[in-house]
């Protein structure tokens, strides 16, 4: 089995999972994606991280990264998109800006966040790091756009605020990622960049 980053997927970036079979009370994606690694390691003997970039098939076998398969089951999920601001690379090659919240527990214990967009996914994220007592800013051009259930739960929550700007640019500032918004520069420990997801698939070779 090839992995690109973490067992579990975005699974990680879930807030809670209410409606999973098993779990009559809901539980955290997080400890969801954990039991869901946990189970998996059972019955599969070799994980590799990486990302695979090209799937080669020749002579009736598949070649993916040096070794031969019979066959393969392509699970390759999605990508995040980049937000295109000025300086967004910068920032995350500094990893002070990241696209999803699965590396969270490595992260120490940030006091302040921004998470740009304005989707499910960027509140459930944006929900997650307040738990933790994170200040969360959550910043989208437009108003957010979420299930009734999820924006209530994120405005009842005193830890997270609402800025509707776009984002003009960012830059690095000692120890902290600097964003230009709408009149002003906002300074916090850590980006979240939650702005949709398209598909990731390898390059095919040879079929």
């Known amino acids: 089995m090839f992995e690109h980053g973490r067992i579990g997927g975005t699974l990680w970036n879930a807030c809670w999972v209410e409606n999973y079979p098993g779990f009559p009370g809901g539980i955290s994606g997080r400890n969801l994606a954990a039991l869901m690694e946990e189970h998996l390691l059972e019955y599969v003997d070799n994980v590799i991280i990486g990302t695979v970039e090209e799937v080669a098939f020749a002579e009736g076998k598949f070649r993916i990264k040096g070794l031969e398969f019979d066959g393969g089951i392509l699970c390759t999920g999605t990508s995040p998109r980049k937000a295109l601001f000025q300086g967004e690379d ?99 420990d850590l980006l979240v960049v939650s702005v949709g997801r398209e598909p990731r698939l390898p390059a095919f070779k040879g079929f």
């Open 90 to 188: 910068e920032l995350a090659a500094a990893r002070h800006l990241w696209y999803g919240i699965a590396e969270m527990d490595r992260w120490g214990s940030p006091e302040s966040a921004a998470v740009i967009g304005g989707g499910e996914a960027s509140i459930d994220m944006a929900l997650t790091l307040a738990e933790e007592g994170c200040k969360v800013t959550l910043i989208d051009r437009s108003e957010p756009n979420a299930n009734k259930s999820l924006m209530d739960q994120a405005r009842d929550e005193g830890n997270i605020a609402w800025l509707a700007s776009p984002v003009k640019g960012g830059r690095m500032h000692g120890n902290t990622a600097v964003l230009a918004v709408e009149g002003q520069e906002l300074a916090f």
